[in-house]
């Protein structure tokens, strides 16, 4: 059981280029969640997604897109990447439902953007 | 607005002696509250939550939190710290907005265990 796992652990992009995320959970979990961690701002929500084939946008969506192909995978795309999307990403998944739940985060992607 | 509030950028603890860290929260109706570590260069670990029932939690490696409904507040605490808890620190609240519940994470606090 290995959680919730990320691919590629660092990557180095030109501005303009484009890239996508990987993320993959093994707990049989319907939601998962793409977060961007920035120092001092905690993590804010890019995008999540309720069940396979469903996604919504979080609080900072612009310039990403997302897709729920299978329960398992819950990848993050930057079609043209920017200085600003200069980040460390991680990818969640959430057991239960109201006072039950609880999110399990993947070991991040750290992303540079030059 | 829903939001949370971490004070302290870093707490800085001796080993051994009792350690806390701060959390303020705002959110209508009761709150779901949630603790997180982060070490170097790993994902967000799940340490705690409240619910509902006795405001005094446990939670994962010795780590324990109080909530407080009076003063909104949801510290997390430890009695004796050891250097290996040094790691980032990250309070939570569940929100709801846009159709969903999600996470409303504070900033985050360093905490710093010396020898």
């Known amino acids: 059981n290995a959680g919730v796992t990320q691919t590629p652990k660092f990557q180095v992009l030109k501005t303009g280029q484009s890239m996508t995320l990987q993320c993959a959970q093994d707990m049989n979990h319907n939601s998962m969640y793409w977060y961007r961690q920035d120092p001092g701002m905690g993590l804010r929500l890019i995008y999540y997604?309720?069940?396979?084939?469903?996604?919504d946008k979080g609080e900072v969506p612009n310039g990403y897109n997302v897709s729920r192909l299978n329960k398992r995978e819950f990848s993050l795309r930057l079609e043209s990447a920017a200085p600003s999307q200069t980040s460390v990403y991680f990818c969640a998944s959430r057991s239960g439902t109201g006072g039950q739940e609880t999110q399990y985060f993947g070991p991040g992607t750290r992303l540079l953007v030059l | 607005a829903q939001s949370v509030a971490q004070p302290e950028d870093q707490v800085n603890v001796a080993e051994g002696n009792p350690l806390t860290v701060k959390c303020t929260y705002s959110v209508s109706g009761n709150p779901y509250l949630f603790w997180y570590v982060q070490y170097p260069n790993r994902g967000l670990q799940f340490l705690l939550k409240y619910i509902t029932g006795d405001n005094l939690v446990k939670g994962s490696y010795g780590f324990e939190a109080e909530f407080n409904k009076s003063q909104t507040s949801f510290h997390l605490k430890k009695p004796s710290a050891l250097v290996s808890d040094s790691a980032l620190y990250f309070c939570?609240?569940?929100?709801?907005?846009?159709?969903?519940?999600?996470?409303?994470f504070g900033a985050g606090t360093r905490l710093a265990v010396h020898p």
């Open positions: 997604s309720a069940s396979e084939g469903t996604t």
């Open positions: 939570a609240v569940r929100g709801f907005s846009g159709g969903y519940n999600k996470l409303i």
